[in-house]
């Protein structure tokens, strides 16, 4: 193998480094075996060079760039299948490849399959019954079909029961008949919708014996197996260009009165009969449950696409020198500025506490999907507000810091060869899809002020929520972790006592109840973020601290500085809430900053290290800024290069335009 040169600054922070960051690699990954496992896989997906871009994918068309996605995506997916381990459960399987990025080293923009596995497949598994999920799952799961999830509308994406397109039974046929009866009723967005998918899982407002039953998910076909021809009566098309997710043939579609056979409806919930008679499940809500799979896997993904972007800014900043600190010395890396250590170690402690988190949810998930499935429903709505209240939270750090992560490389993190505004493009927009966050914040508030009745009654409490019934006064700060922890659990009691007393009192002078709602929805939603914060602290913690204890002190060490770094940036962001609900004094505070600003210089010479323990590799990262070399400049030269206008001295629109124009004759 070629010798690397690694760039003098990198190679020196490198050195500096406190602790072994193969040992951090393994413990992300959750042992040695699985980090050999993931990097065997990347090595197989790598070496397949069909699946790397020849001209980079900015420099293609619209229409190009979708026609080399679909090209990887299925070469990509042969060679995933060919490293599939049989013996895996589909939970474990969905846990060890957590820490798997190796999708971005194939798509900058994502995968137009990505629907199929994320939501068309999870569909029918959870919403088939035995008979559908043993006819259906085999074709989606060897490809024979490609599907979607289809359930938003031009009209409508929140407000599920405002949905207009309508599966009405019509027991003659023993069919049921589909129809978008308006514009507003196409369905607006689903990924690989136009031009990919076949099949898809559309979500529609059952209508049997002229009563309206609901959303219930029907298996639709909807182009032709061999031409690939819409189906008649369907109406499909791409949505156009969007500020990311380029690749990922987001689609609509209308019905028009288009017939599908009776057992096409997914019926492991819900069933219509032959003669038209609806059997309601036991809960209507398990309907949305692969929305609720999917915030849950959301998480994992923010983290991932957070380390990404930190592990860019920090090599960037280590090799970046700008501007002087003393006027005698040279100029130093940017890193050495404490400023850039403020943007970018939080991005890092994040990227932490949401992986760590997104296991901690995902095994929750599992649990709670296994008592489901033997009929027990009692914990479904603390999963439901879970998976939102984490959705939300993960998505929006995860913006915010990606977003930092690219200002923190000045100009050169505006440049697509940075990879950060695509990873950007990505981040965003899980703010909306999957549900709105301030919708899904509306949720948690309307589980917590449920659980504040339950409390006020003297009922036990769901165990995220078990802390809301502690009314013991924080008698003094305590500025541990701990004790941060727990000021946070005051601030969300707090702000959800002074929400709940908001909202009676609106009713009290005599607005209705959803009036009420509505004009104390900025508080409430502010108790349901607060709530966020503080099982986020808590659960990173706790899991740190259990899965750390048999790590070598110096990464335990680095891995505890995290966690407090974590805890104390989010007290000094939430200064105004911890002074009204917590004992916190001005000189706590000023305590509070100068340990956060040792905290900086603690971590400042195991930040490189810290990044390299992500183990991203050069391919996944795709950016100039970020390799493992830190060949800064001569990379952003390299990738200059390769704009198709240098390809000539001189761009043919100078005699066309520019040179009559100038001489004054155009
Ligand atoms: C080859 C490629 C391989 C891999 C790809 C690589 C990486 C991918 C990895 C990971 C995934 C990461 C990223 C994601 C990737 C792709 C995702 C892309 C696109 C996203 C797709 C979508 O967006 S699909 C559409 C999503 N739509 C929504 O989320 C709609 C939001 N709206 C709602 O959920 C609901 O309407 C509502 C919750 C806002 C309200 O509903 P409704 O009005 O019907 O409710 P009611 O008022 O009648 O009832 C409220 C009561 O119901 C309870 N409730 C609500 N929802 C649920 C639920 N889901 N579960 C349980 N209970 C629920 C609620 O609590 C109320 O209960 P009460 O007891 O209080 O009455
Ligand atoms: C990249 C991307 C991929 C997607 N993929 C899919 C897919 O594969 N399949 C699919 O079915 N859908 C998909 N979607 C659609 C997505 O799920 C919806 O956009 C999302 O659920 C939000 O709905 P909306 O766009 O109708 O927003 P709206 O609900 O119209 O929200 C607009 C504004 O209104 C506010 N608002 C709405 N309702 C309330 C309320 N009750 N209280 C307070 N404020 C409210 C929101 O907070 C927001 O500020 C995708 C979206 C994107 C961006």
């Given at each position: 193998?070629?010798?690397?040169?690694?760039?003098?600054?990198?190679?020196?922070?490198?050195?500096?480094?406190?602790?072994?960051?193969?040992?951090?690699?393994?413990?992300?990954?959750?042992?040695?075996?699985?980090?050999?496992?993931?990097?065997?896989?990347?090595?197989?997906?790598?070496?397949?060079?069909?699946?790397?871009?020849?001209?980079?994918?900015?420099?293609?068309?619209?229409?190009?760039?979708?026609?080399?996605?679909?090209?990887?995506?299925?070469?990509?997916?042969?060679?995933?299948?060919?490293?599939?381990?049989?013996?895996?459960?589909?939970?474990?399987?969905?846990?060890?490849?957590?820490?798997?990025?190796?999708?971005?080293?194939?798509?900058?923009?994502?995968?137009?399959?990505?629907?199929?596995?994320?939501?068309?497949?999870?569909?029918?598994?959870?919403?088939?019954?035995?008979?559908?999920?043993?006819?259906?799952?085999?074709?989606?799961?060897?490809?024979?079909?490609?599907?979607?999830?289809?359930?938003?509308?031009?009209?409508?994406?929140?407000?599920?029961?405002?949905?207009?397109?309508?599966?009405?039974?019509?027991?003659?046929?023993?069919?049921?008949?589909?129809?978008?009866?308006?514009?507003?009723?196409?369905?607006?967005?689903?990924?690989?919708?136009?031009?990919?998918?076949?099949?898809?899982?559309?979500?529609?407002?059952?209508?049997?014996?002229?009563?309206?039953?609901?959303?219930?998910?029907?298996?639709?076909?909807?182009?032709?197996?061999?031409?690939?021809?819409?189906?008649?009566?369907?109406?499909?098309?791409?949505?156009?260009?969007?500020?990311?997710?380029?690749?990922?043939?987001?689609?609509?579609?209308?019905?028009?009165?288009?017939?599908?056979?009776?057992?096409?409806?997914?019926?492991?919930?819900?069933?219509?009969?032959?003669?038209?008679?609806?059997?309601?499940?036991?809960?209507?809500?398990?309907?949305?449950?692969?929305?609720?799979?999917?915030?849950?896997?959301?998480v994992?993904?923010?983290?991932?696409?957070?380390?990404?972007?930190?592990?860019?800014?920090?090599?960037?900043?280590?090799?970046?020198?700008?501007?002087?600190?003393?006027?005698?010395?040279?100029?130093?890396?940017?890193?050495?500025?404490?400023?850039?250590?403020?943007?970018?170690?939080?991005?890092?402690?994040?990227?932490?506490a949401y992986?760590r988190t997104a296991l901690w949810l995902?095994?929750h998930?599992?649990?709670?999907?296994?008592?489901?499935?033997?009929?027990?429903?009692?914990?479904?709505?603390?999963?439901?507000?879970l998976?939102?209240?984490l959705?939300?939270?993960?998505?929006?750090?995860?913006?915010?810091?990606?977003?930092?992560?690219?200002?923190?490389?000045?100009?050169?993190?505006?440049?697509?060869?940075?990879?950060?505004?695509?990873?950007?493009?990505?981040?965003?927009?899980?703010?909306?899809?999957?549900?709105?966050?301030?919708?899904?914040?509306?949720?948690?508030?309307?589980?917590?002020?449920?659980?504040?009745?339950?409390?006020?009654?003297?009922?036990?409490?769901?165990?995220s929520?078990?802390?809301?019934?502690?009314?013991?006064?924080?008698?003094?700060?305590?500025?541990?972790?701990?004790?941060?922890i727990?000021?946070?659990?005051?601030?969300?009691?707090?702000?959800?006592?002074?929400?709940?007393?908001?909202?009676?009192?609106?009713?009290?002078?005599?607005?209705?109840?959803?009036?009420?709602?509505?004009?104390?929805?900025?508080?409430?939603?502010?108790?349901?973020?607060?709530?966020g914060r503080a099982i986020v602290v808590q659960v990173f913690k706790t899991e740190t601290d259990r899965?750390?204890?048999?790590?070598?002190?110096?990464?335990?060490?680095?891995?505890?500085?995290?966690v407090?770094?974590?805890?104390?940036?989010?007290?000094?962001?939430?200064?105004?809430?911890?002074?009204?609900?917590?004992?916190?004094?001005?000189?706590?505070?000023?305590?509070?900053?100068?340990?956060?600003?040792?905290?900086?210089?603690?971590?400042?010479?195991?930040?490189?290290?810290?990044?390299?323990?992500?183990?991203?590799?050069?391919?996944?990262?795709?950016?100039?800024?970020?390799?493992?070399?830190?060949?800064?400049?001569?990379?952003?030269?390299?990738?200059?290069?390769?704009?198709?206008?240098?390809?000539?001295?001189?761009?043919?629109?100078?005699?066309?335009?520019?040179?009559?124009?100038?001489?004054?004759?155009?």
């Amino acid at each position: 193998m070629a010798k690397i040169t690694v760039n003098k600054d990198l190679a020196s922070e490198r050195a500096k480094c406190e602790f072994n960051v193969e040992e951090l690699t393994n413990y992300l990954d959750g042992g040695r075996e699985n980090t050999a496992r993931r990097r065997r896989m990347e090595d197989k997906v790598l070496s397949v060079k069909e699946l790397r871009d020849e001209i980079p994918e900015e420099y293609l068309s619209h229409k190009e760039k979708y026609e080399n996605a679909i090209r990887k995506a299925v070469l990509f997916y042969k060679v995933q299948k060919s490293l599939d381990d049989p013996n895996q459960s589909d939970h474990e399987r969905i846990r060890n490849s957590y820490r798997s990025t190796i999708t971005s080293a194939i798509f900058k923009d994502n995968s137009p399959l990505t629907l199929h596995i994320v939501m068309f497949i999870p569909a029918i598994i959870g919403q088939g019954n035995d008979e559908q999920r043993e006819y259906w799952l085999k074709r989606a799961k060897n490809m024979e079909i490609i599907g979607t999830y289809a359930q938003t509308e031009l009209g409508h994406g929140t407000f599920l029961r405002g949905l207009e397109t309508t599966a009405t039974y019509d027991p003659a046929t023993e069919e049921f008949v589909l129809h978008s009866p308006t514009l507003t009723a196409y369905k607006w967005w689903p990924g690989g919708l136009a031009h990919t998918a076949n099949y898809c899982v559309v979500m529609a407002i059952l209508y049997t014996k002229s009563k309206n039953c609901g959303i219930q998910p029907f298996i639709v076909q909807i182009r032709d197996e061999e031409t690939h021809m819409p189906l008649p009566g369907i109406k499909l098309g791409e949505i156009g260009a969007k500020l990311g997710y380029n690749t990922v043939n987001n689609g609509f579609l209308g019905f028009d009165n288009h017939r599908i056979p009776r057992d096409r409806m997914l019926m492991r919930n819900a069933q219509v009969s032959k003669d038209g008679t609806f059997t309601a499940g036991a809960n209507s809500k398990l309907t949305y449950g692969t929305m609720v799979y999917v915030r849950v896997l959301i998480v994992n993904n923010m983290a991932n696409l957070l380390a990404k972007a930190v592990t860019i800014a920090i090599r960037y900043s280590a090799v970046r020198r700008q501007s002087k600190l003393k006027p005698e010395d040279p100029e130093p890396q940017i890193l050495d500025y404490v400023t850039q250590q403020h943007k970018l170690f939080i991005g890092i402690a994040t990227s932490h506490a949401y992986s760590r988190t997104a296991l901690w949810l995902w095994d929750h998930y599992a649990k709670v999907t296994s008592e489901l499935n033997a009929g027990k429903l009692d914990n479904l709505p603390e999963l439901h507000s879970l998976a939102c209240c984490l959705k939300v939270l993960s998505s929006v750090d995860a913006a915010v810091f990606v977003e930092r992560s690219r200002l923190a490389c000045g100009g050169h993190g505006y440049m697509l060869s940075s990879n950060l505004p695509q990873t950007y493009g990505l981040v965003t927009p899980a703010s909306t899809f999957e549900g709105e966050n301030t919708v899904l914040l509306l949720q948690v508030a309307r589980s917590l002020v449920k659980a504040w009745q339950q409390m006020l009654n003297g009922r036990q409490l769901a165990p995220s929520m078990a802390y809301l019934a502690d009314q013991k006064q924080l008698d003094r700060w305590d500025g541990s972790v701990n004790g941060i922890i727990r000021a946070f659990q005051k601030v969300a009691r707090g702000k959800l006592a002074f929400s709940v007393a908001n909202f009676e009192k609106y009713q009290k002078m005599g607005l209705s109840r959803e009036d009420a709602w509505n004009k104390a929805s900025v508080q409430l939603t502010a108790a349901a973020e607060s709530h966020g914060r503080a099982i986020v602290v808590q659960v990173f913690k706790t899991e740190t601290d259990r899965i750390a204890s048999s790590l070598s002190p110096p990464l335990r060490k680095a891995l505890d500085q995290l966690v407090e770094l974590f805890t104390l940036y989010w007290a000094l962001e939430r200064l105004g809430d911890l002074l009204l609900y917590s004992p916190l004094s001005e000189v706590d505070v000023r305590d509070m900053q100068a340990r956060y600003e040792e905290l900086l210089e603690k971590i400042r010479p195991n930040a490189v290290g810290l990044v390299d323990g992500f183990d991203i590799r050069d391919e996944i990262l795709n950016s100039a800024l970020g390799a493992y070399d830190g060949r800064v400049y001569e990379r952003l030269m390299e990738e200059a290069l390769k704009s198709p206008l240098n390809a000539e001295p001189v761009n043919s629109s100078f005699h066309k335009y520019l040179k009559p124009f100038m001489q004054g004759k155009l």
